[in-house]
């Protein structure tokens, strides 16, 4: 920490400088992501709608979100275990009183949260199912031809925040403002990255799954 005079300035800074920065790319990297797309617009259908768009929209976006019988057989391992991840890593996100305390000051936004044993635990569960997802990638002799440095970073901007979460809940690492820090830097990593990579499907899936049910809504067809 050359640096920084101490733990505190470290913190300081991360909170400070570097929070503002974070936030400022991931706004700035989805804003461009965004337009990229809308930008690229459609062609114009001219043919007569036979049907709307927007309920079959939301229909596609809600459906698509429950994993097909197809999918699940052939790969049950993916399916169950990204289901644990996500599902414990918004938990931690949105219910973990220190976060939602972060929302309530930047958006004025509060709710409940969850006692700290259950979101202990579901960050447990959320690091061991991203290690048994490396794990199958690197195993798995498909997986591990197709993936790319961008996977194994998606992964490991991913796993960083709740590695460096749970050290610091746990004040593994002394002083505590450094292990804060760490967490807070990390998370700041993951804002970063988020826009320009893979990550940045968590926003366009919903974009695609609405304009593929729109399409087909228009046309008439059950999606």
């Known amino acids: 920490m050359e640096l920084f005079s101490n733990a505190n300035d470290f913190l300081l800074w991360t909170r400070g400088d570097a929070f503002n920065i974070a936030i400022g790319l991931f706004i700035i990297g989805i804003l461009i992501r965004l337009l990229e ?24 976006i809600i ?32 219910f973990f009183v220190p976060h939602i305390e972060l929302i309530h000051a930047m958006l004025g936004l509060k709710w409940p949260g969850l006692g700290s044993q259950f979101i202990d635990a579901s960050a447990v569960i959320a690091m061991v199912a991203l290690l048994a997802m490396l794990w199958h990638r690197l195993t798995h002799p498909v997986l591990k031809f197709l993936s790319t440095f961008e996977d194994y970073l998606v992964w490991l901007v991913t796993f960083l925040p709740l590695l460096t979460g749970y050290i610091a809940f ?36 919903f974009i695609a799954r609405w304009y593929t049910g729109a399409m087909m809504g228009r046309k008439g067809i059950e999606s």
Not at 80 to 89: E, K, L
Not at 179 to 186: D, F, K, Q
């Open 170 to 205: 746990h004040r593994m690492i002394d002083p505590y403002p450094l292990a804060l820090g760490l967490h807070i830097l990390s998370v700041e990593l993951l804002l970063i990255v988020f826009p320009f990579t893979k990550l940045m499907h968590a926003i366009t899936l």
């Open 63 to 94: 459906t698509r979100s429950v994993v097909d019988n197809g999918t699940f057989k052939r790969a049950p391992f993916v399916v169950v275990v990204g289901y644990i991840w996500h599902i414990c890593f918004f938990i931690i996100l949105l």
């Open 37 to 60: 797309i809308f930008l690229l617009g459609r062609k114009q259908d001219f043919s007569e709608p036979r049907g709307s768009e927007w309920g079959p929209g939301l229909k596609n």
